[in-house]
């Protein structure tokens, strides 16, 4: 990036382990300091950190151990920066190229915290990588309403399924009965039904009885006639008309035929168990209906989820991303198809150092402490990266091989050309030099 600030140079005095120490960065790619334990490494970067970033890096002790020099900071950055700190209480003095002094505001410009402590990024949850990305690309509160729309979505669909399940499997629990009507039976009916036939069936019965009535009193005239022989015409009369009447009544008794009402006695003693089968059916019906209309529920929200899930997708891919393939998926970091905890050590310093210069173009560099844990491929890829993306990566590694930059020995740049003088007995500290 042909706007980033680097570091040309450091050096490093009196401050924690490190002795004297003279350092040139490469200006892209990764500048390794190498050492055993406890020999300055880490102090180097812890410096670094101190003089750029201010006093919420300074160390608990920044004084180096049995020195009754203080700690002496300077810095050279790429764009002409002077950055010194100096003194017993490390006081800062920024120059610029035209000799105008600054303070810590101007270098907090460029410096982007996170390149002061990387490890602090990598060290955090996946959750906490994936909210700084978002913050970054200025998705952060859409990408969580989607989340959270998609949450809503998929709980309510869960249910909806669970219901669904139930209301099928209760259906086909329900007995069903094909020889039931459709609908209940009424018990008033079927005796309103029976009371009319027996209706009928009295007035044929009185007609019975009248017929009956007719013939008794046929035979008492007929006794009278004999007896009233004075009276004969006139109850001769009577007779032919009793005799007519009598006749039609019997024809009429003849075409008479009762109705049963046994059949309606039947349905009115199984109308409880006829309207159980009835009431079974309609339940069953029910069921079914429920079981389809929660099916229908459940195809619709899978549909709104993945409607859901695609505008996440299309928000992502339209977001400035640090790098290609990197993205955000359940609110966890993903790159190239990976989780954080899936990536290879390349992939992870690459995706932290992205990120680092995402946050602040400006920042052309970061700090990385134990490289240790990253193979020689590894390191390799890592450095390929960083000169082909134009950054600068200052790291430490417990090593003294030629995969380091320098390396530190007891405070100092170790140096084959060098002899073994000693700084505490000189009046002005002796730089040693480092070998790229």
């Known amino acids: 990036m042909a706007d980033s600030i680097k570091i040309n140079k450091l050096e490093i005095e009196n401050v924690k382990r490190i002795k004297a120490v003279k350092i040139e960065p490469t200006k892209n790619g990764l500048t390794i300091v190498g050492g055993n334990n406890n020999q300055g490494k880490t102090s180097v970067l812890d410096s670094i950190a101190w003089a750029l970033g201010g006093d919420r890096y300074k160390p608990s002790n920044a004084t180096r151990d049995g020195s009754t020099i203080p700690p002496n900071l300077h810095i050279v950055m790429s764009n002409g920066l002077v950055v010194e700190r100096k003194g017993k209480n ?61 949450k809503e979505l998929y709980n ?93 009544a019997y024809k009429t008794v003849e075409e008479l035929q009762d109705e049963s009402t046994a059949e309606l006695e039947e349905s009115i003693a199984n109308i409880e168990e006829i309207n159980r089968k009835v009431r079974a059916n309609l339940d069953k019906d029910k069921a079914e209906e429920d079981a389809r209309t929660y099916q229908d529920q459940y195809t619709e929200l899978t549909k709104k989820i993945e409607s859901v899930r695609d505008e996440k997708t299309d928000l992502l891919t339209a977001a400035d991303l640090p790098l290609p393939e990197l993205s955000v998926r359940d609110g966890e970091l993903v790159y190239k198809g990976q989780q954080w905890d899936n990536m290879s050590g390349s992939d992870r310093l690459k995706v932290s150092t992205a990120i680092v210069r995402k946050l602040n173009p400006k920042c052309g560099f970061v700090l990385l402490d134990k490289l240790e844990q990253m193979d020689l491929a590894t390191l390799h890829e890592f450095g390929q990266w960083l000169e082909q993306e134009g950054l600068q990566a200052i790291a430490t590694r417990v090593s003294t091989g030629d995969e380091c930059s320098i390396i530190i020995e007891d405070g100092y740049v170790k140096s084959e050309e060098a002899g073994n003088t000693n700084p505490e007995h000189q009046t002005a500290p002796t730089w040693k030099a480092g070998v790229f």
């Open 90 to 150: 490390g006081s800062l003095k920024v120059t610029d190229p035209n000799g105008n002094k600054g303070g810590q505001q101007l270098l907090n410009d460029f410096v982007e915290q996170l390149a002061l402590d990387l490890p602090k990024f990598m060290e955090s949850s996946g959750k906490e990588k994936a909210q700084t990305l978002l913050k970054i690309i200025g998705v952060g509160d859409q990408l969580t309403a989607l989340e959270q729309q998609e």
């Open 156 to 248: 309510e669909r869960l249910y909806v399924g669970r219901t669904a399940d139930q209301k099928v499997k209760f259906a086909k629990e329900q007995p069903y009965y094909p020889d039931a009507p459709k609908d209940l039976v009424s018990p008033s009916d079927l005796i309103k039904q029976q009371q009319e036939i027996l209706a009928r069936n009295g007035a044929n019965q009185k007609k019975r009885d009248q017929a009956v009535d007719l013939h008794v009193e046929r035979n008492r005239l007929a006794e009278k006639v004999n007896s009233l022989e004075e009276e004969l015409k006139r109850y001769k009369k009577q007779l032919t008309q009793v005799d007519y009447d009598m006749t039609i």
